[in-house]
Antibody, heavy 118, light 110 residues
Framework: QLQLQESGPGLVKPSETLSLTCTIS??????????WGWIRQPPGKGLEWIGS???????YYNLSLKSRVTISADTSKIQFSLKLSSVTAADTAVYYC??????????WGQGTLVTVSS | QSALTQPASVSGSPGQSITISCTGS?????????VSWYQQHPGKAPKVMIY???NRPSGVSNRFSGSKSGNTASLTISGLQAEDEADYYC??????????FGGGTKVTVL
């Protein structure tokens, strides 16, 4: 059974870089059948796609975040990461990593809350 | 890119049927049959209920069904039950190889 687990600091200072890692069990990012990505949800608000990638292929980002986001795969092939630079309070959210399939998302991590505050 | 348009809330009595709409454009909902629907209970991660417009993953009740006409997709929940009370989100793959979410619909079981 595929499982995804987000990890990283729960508190980030304004203007710094948010860094999260997603660890996969039960699959590999090189399986080439799926994209992998990140979604976030500010407290009390809706879901927002941040970006996703296909191993060995391109990475696509939400245009509203593109200048600040980097999603990359680890050489271990069971981890991938999210970096979001120059964060503000508006970046406070639950961040989910996910596996994409058939144009949607078939597996989600449990999510991790990241708060931007000094 | 603007979010897909969903009603903020929909309600129904137990046993009734409700339908949630998800309106986009010819660049997303209308472009492909890649519309999915997710159910989210408070404090939980979303769960896929429908993928590729009308397909149900294994384990999802057949009370959930999806359809699409033009730039609008719909999720119908029949035989509404108390456990269906949750937030529901649609997503669509887009012609820019991105994913776009709807704003979410809160379903209340009266």
């Amino acid at each position: 059974q595929l499982q995804l687990q987000e990890s990283g600091p729960g508190l980030v200072k304004p203007s710094e870089t948010l860094s999260l890692t997603c660890t996969i069990s039960g699959d590999s990012i090189s399986s080439n059948n799926h994209d992998w990505g990140w979604i976030r949800q500010p407290p009390g608000k809706g879901l927002e796609w941040i970006g996703s990638f296909y191993y060995g292929g391109r990475t696509y980002y939400n245009l509203s975040l593109k200048s600040r986001v980097t999603i990359s795969a680890d050489t271990s092939k069971i981890q991938f990461s999210l970096k979001l630079s120059s964060v503000t309070a508006a970046d406070t959210a639950v961040y989910y990593c996910a596996r994409l399939s058939r144009g949607g998302i078939d597996y989600w991590g449990q999510g991790t809350l990241v708060t931007v505050s000094s | 890119q603007s979010a897909l348009t969903q009603p903020a809330s929909v309600s129904g009595s137990p046993g009734q049927s409700i339908t949630i709409s998800c309106t986009g454009s010819s660049s997303d909902v209308g472009a492909y049959n890649y519309v999915s629907w997710y159910q989210q209970h408070p404090g939980k991660a979303p769960k896929v209920m429908i993928y590729e417009v009308s397909n149900r993953p294994s384990g999802v009740s057949n009370r959930f069904s999806g359809s699409k006409s033009g730039n609008t997709a719909s999720l119908t929940i029949s035989g509404l039950q108390a456990e269906d009370e949750a937030d529901y989100y649609c997503t669509s793959f887009t012609t820019r190889n991105t994913l776009i979410f709807g704003g979410g619909t809160k379903v209340t079981v009266l």
